[in-house]
């Protein structure tokens, strides 16, 4: 499996609210692009994938593969903070008090003046943009709600596209970093 991404969490700017589990650490996403890849199934874990964080203790063990398919790598060398919004449906969820057609229409004129509500594209933190519907899985070892990490839009900075012009998103456990989740959706 390719590595679709890797970042060093120690050099990120996180949110206050970011656990502290999540500020160290090398965040990594390998994902199978064979097409005749068929994973076990086609959630948040499938098999392939493998999302994870890799605790920093252990940085100096990892080797390096060989052989298999590889993208030209980039260097990310900053992330530019922007405000981001949740959508409608995860703001209604999260208890903002505007009433439905007063939240639709500050939406609306959002996308009028051409501002994507979330944001889109790939981004680290912020606002899931959800393509089919909310979906935050739950860990697989003490079911808690996984949080957003990372946003990744097909064809973005990853030569690669998710079904028909899909996003990805990476949730992680708090609790429990060393196995990540990734999924993807498209239209």
Same mark, same amino acid.
């Given at each position: 499996?390719?590595? %679709?991404?890797?970042?060093?969490? @120690?050099?990120? #700017?996180?949110?206050?609210?970011?656990?502290?589990?999540?500020?160290?650490?090398?965040?990594?996403? %390998?994902?199978? @692009?064979?097409?005749?890849?068929?994973?076990? #199934?086609?959630?948040?874990?499938?098999?392939?994938?493998?999302?994870?964080?890799?605790? =920093?203790?252990?940085?100096?063990?990892?080797? =390096?593969? @060989?052989?298999?398919?590889?993208f030209t790598a980039k260097q990310i060398v900053g992330w530019n903070a922007r405000a981001d919004l949740?959508?409608?449906?995860?703001?209604?969820?999260?208890?903002?008090?505007?009433?439905?057609?007063?939240? #639709?229409?500050?939406?609306?004129?959002?996308?009028?003046?051409?501002?994507?509500?979330p944001l889109d594209g790939d981004k680290l933190y912020g606002w899931p943009g959800w393509v089919q519907?909310?979906?935050?899985?739950?860990?697989?070892?003490?079911?808690?709600?996984?949080?957003?990490?990372?946003?990744?839009?097909?064809?973005?900075?990853?030569?690669?596209? %998710?079904?028909?012009?899909?996003?990805?998103?990476?949730?992680?456990?708090?609790?429990?970093?060393?196995?990540?989740? %990734?999924?993807?959706?498209?239209?």
């Amino acid at each position: 499996m390719p590595l %679709f991404i890797q970042i060093d969490l @120690t050099k990120v #700017d996180h949110p206050d609210s970011t656990p502290d589990a999540l500020r160290r650490g090398l965040f990594q996403l %390998f994902y199978c @692009t064979d097409e005749n890849c068929e994973p076990d #199934d086609c959630g948040a874990f499938a098999s392939n994938m493998l999302a994870r964080i890799v605790p =920093a203790k252990f940085l100096f063990e990892m080797i =390096a593969g @060989t052989g298999g398919p590889r993208f030209t790598a980039k260097q990310i060398v900053g992330w530019n903070a922007r405000a981001d919004l949740p959508n409608a449906e995860e703001a209604m969820e999260l208890g903002i008090r505007l009433s439905g057609s007063k939240l #639709d229409e500050f939406y609306i004129k959002k996308a009028e003046r051409g501002s994507s509500i979330p944001l889109d594209g790939d981004k680290l933190y912020g606002w899931p943009g959800w393509v089919q519907g909310m979906f935050y899985p739950e860990c697989p070892k003490c079911k808690k709600k996984m949080i957003y990490l990372y946003q990744m839009d097909s064809e973005d900075h990853i030569p690669f596209m %998710f079904g028909d012009s899909g996003v990805g998103h990476v949730c992680v456990c708090p609790d429990h970093p060393e196995r990540a989740s %990734f999924y993807w959706s498209c239209c």
